[in-house]
């Protein structure tokens, strides 16, 4: 089963506004990675936020993470046309790296 | 291109036929993973190997399907007698010592099965 969902939303905005995506997840993990994916093309790897951190930023990226609450959020700040992609979390399931988890992932699309 | 390579790109397959994807990983990456992905679906696992070793295929979705990696260096796929839910993005992935956890994704190889 897939341990990473998202929020199971297309999200629309005007270019220059924010994005923000969230994330649930339910065991324990070592990391939680989220990439890009332009339709119908490979993942693009994106940040990986480790479980003792909390926050991370990549550019005009911010991930947070709370164990707690087995969840994260992806911030993408300043939206451009080319953030135009579905944008997936994935977790290692406590596994490590070699059998991730992907959640349903988030559509975004960024009107010019 | 330095980056994963998938071939074929596209394939259209008669139900019942077999096919087989490859999949050529950055060069000095030791590992290397296959998924899986349905449309509007986020990728499932499907197996991975350490250099040439199988070490992880209780995920390949039926004994239909099967992966090799022979001298540890490009990986093949192979689906034997199709059917229409096998139809789905098969995505290669690798990593290695020097990428930390970052795992690289090829552009995958589509198969649609009619």
């Known amino acids: 089963s897939q341990q990473g969902e998202e929020d199971p939303q297309a999200l629309s905005i005007q270019e220059g506004e924010n994005a923000t995506m969230n994330c649930s997840y339910k065991t324990s993990i070592n990391n939680l990675q989220w990439y890009r994916q332009n339709s119908g093309r490979g993942l693009v790897h994106l940040i990986l936020?480790?479980?003792?951190?909390r926050e991370k930023h990549s550019g005009r990226l911010r991930v947070t993470l709370d164990t707690s609450k087995k969840s994260s959020s992806l911030l993408i700040t300043a939206s451009r046309a080319a953030d135009t992609a579905s944008y997936f979390c994935?977790?290692?399931?406590?596994?490590?790296?070699?059998?991730?988890?992907f959640g349903k992932g988030n559509q975004v699309v960024v009107i010019p | 291109d330095t980056g994963v390579s998938q071939n074929p790109r596209h394939k259209i397959t008669k139900r019942g036929q077999n096919v087989t994807f490859r999949c050529d990983p950055i060069?000095?990456?030791?590992?290397l993973y296959w998924y899986r992905q349905t449309l509007g679906q986020g990728p499932e696992f499907l197996t991975y190997f350490q250099n040439e070793a199988q070490l992880e295929k209780s995920r390949l979705l039926s004994d239909r399907f099967s992966a090799e990696r022979p001298k540890g260096s490009f990986s093949t796929l192979e689906i034997q007698r199709t059917e229409q839910g096998d139809s789905a993005m098969y995505l290669c992935a690798s990593n290695g010592d020097s990428s930390g956890n970052t795992i690289y994704f090829g552009e995958g190889s589509w198969l649609t099965v009619v």
């Open positions: 936020i480790r479980s003792n951190e």
């Open positions: 060069s000095e990456h030791n590992r």
């Open positions: 994935a977790t290692d399931e406590g596994y490590g790296n070699n059998r991730l988890a």
